[in-house]
């Protein structure tokens, strides 16, 4: 018989940002079937953001959708304040939203470095930093979780992963690895837990282009060793258990659910 809890997150209240597609959907949706309600962050789909809260609600689930750009410093303050008058408390950040700009280095424009640098690594540090003010103003309450509040950064395969024609998202990334645990280091002895999840190529919006036909998915398997590529449920799951108590011990380590990318591939048949 396992001890695992059937809803490993009853009780908890989670802000997910970026919540209206892709992994960020499939998180909200796997918290709230772990028992959680739900903030579901959106910036410019709200037909989508509300159809993922209706669909949570009517498996009776709590959800409610907010919008904000998360690389606004007064939009992010208004949208935790307004999950906090939502559901009182608040237990959990998903720092997921991000973006994608690609561009050859010498045709990158600074606008494009800004747009992904401001929502992949400053909206982290904003939602991150409300949310551990947050944690800290509310009373810790043991029995729905042993720790004071957790956040989950959404970081990428490319926090180590080098990656020609994208160093903005990149840099982005490896900017999100070491702001995630020198915060973790930060408040760890608040009993706060700060980690990250590195996800490999996941069928979503974001990379379409690379899944979308059977050549760009055949090229694409080349670099992942376990052989499919990944589905935003693979993410859903690992941030339920990075979320929860089952992983109370673990604190500011990147969690990678790649299929192996950062395995080297090229190296199987040569080196
Ligand atoms: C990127 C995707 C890419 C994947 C693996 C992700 O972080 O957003 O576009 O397919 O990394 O390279």
Not at 32 to 55: C, F, K, L, M
Not at 75 to 92: L, N, P, Q, Y
Not at 135 to 164: N, T, Y
């Given at each position: 018989?396992?001890?695992?809890?059937?809803?490993?997150?009853?009780?908890?209240?989670?802000?997910?940002?970026?919540?209206?597609?892709?992994?960020?959907?499939?998180?909200?949706?796997?918290?709230?079937?772990?028992?959680?309600?739900?903030?579901?962050?959106?910036?410019?789909?709200?037909?989508?953001?509300?159809?993922?809260?209706?669909?949570?609600?009517?498996?009776?689930?709590?959800?409610?959708?907010?919008?904000?750009?998360?690389?606004?410093?007064?939009?992010?303050?208004?949208?935790?304040?307004?999950?906090?008058?939502?559901?009182?408390?608040?237990?959990?950040?998903?720092?997921?939203?991000?973006?994608?700009?690609?561009?050859?280095?010498?045709?990158?424009?600074?606008?494009?470095?800004?747009?992904?640098?401001?929502?992949?690594?400053?909206?982290?540090?904003?939602?991150?930093?409300?949310?551990?003010?947050?944690?800290?103003?509310?009373?810790?309450?043991?029995?729905?979780?042993?720790?004071?509040?957790?956040?989950?950064?959404?970081?990428?395969?490319?926090?180590?992963?080098?990656?020609?024609?994208?160093?903005?998202?990149?840099?982005?990334?490896?900017?999100?690895?070491?702001?995630?645990?020198?915060?973790?280091?930060?408040?760890?002895?608040?009993?706060?837990?700060?980690?990250?999840?590195?996800?490999?190529?996941?069928?979503?919006?974001?990379?379409?282009?690379?899944?979308?036909?059977?050549?760009?998915e055949r090229k694409l398997l080349k670099l992942i060793p376990y052989g499919r590529v990944g589905?935003?449920?693979?993410?859903?799951?690992?941030?339920?258990?990075?979320?929860?108590?089952?992983?109370?011990?673990v604190v500011g380590t990147t969690l990678f659910v790649d299929g192996g990318m950062t395995l080297?591939?090229?190296f199987r048949e040569n080196g």
């Amino acid at each position: 018989m396992s001890n695992v809890p059937v809803r490993p997150l009853q009780g908890q209240k989670a802000l997910v940002t970026g919540a209206s597609s892709g992994i960020g959907a499939a998180v909200a949706r796997a918290f709230a079937a772990a028992g959680a309600a739900v903030g579901v962050n959106y910036r410019s789909h709200p037909e989508r953001a509300g159809q993922i809260v209706e669909d949570i609600r009517s498996a009776g689930g709590e959800a409610v959708v907010l919008r904000a750009d998360v690389s606004s410093e007064d939009e992010v303050r208004a949208m935790f304040d307004e999950f906090g008058s939502a559901f009182g408390r608040t237990d959990i950040l998903v720092a997921n939203s991000g973006i994608q700009r690609d561009a050859a280095f010498t045709e990158m424009t600074l606008d494009q470095w800004r747009r992904v640098i401001d929502v992949n690594l400053t909206g982290q540090f904003l939602c991150a930093r409300e949310a551990v003010r947050r944690f800290l103003a509310q009373s810790p309450d043991p029995s729905i979780s042993r720790a004071a509040g957790k956040i989950i950064c959404m970081s990428s395969v490319h926090e180590v992963i080098p990656w020609a024609g994208h160093v903005n998202y990149a840099a982005s990334k490896g900017g999100v690895m070491l702001m995630m645990k020198s915060l973790a280091q930060e408040v760890a002895q608040a009993g706060i837990r700060v980690n990250g999840i590195a996800p490999g190529a996941i069928k979503t919006p974001i990379n379409r282009e690379a899944w979308e036909t059977p050549e760009a998915e055949r090229k694409l398997l080349k670099l992942i060793p376990y052989g499919r590529v990944g589905e935003p449920e693979d993410i859903g799951k690992a941030a339920v258990w990075l979320a929860s108590d089952a992983s109370d011990y673990v604190v500011g380590t990147t969690l990678f659910v790649d299929g192996g990318m950062t395995l080297y591939p090229g190296f199987r048949e040569n080196g």
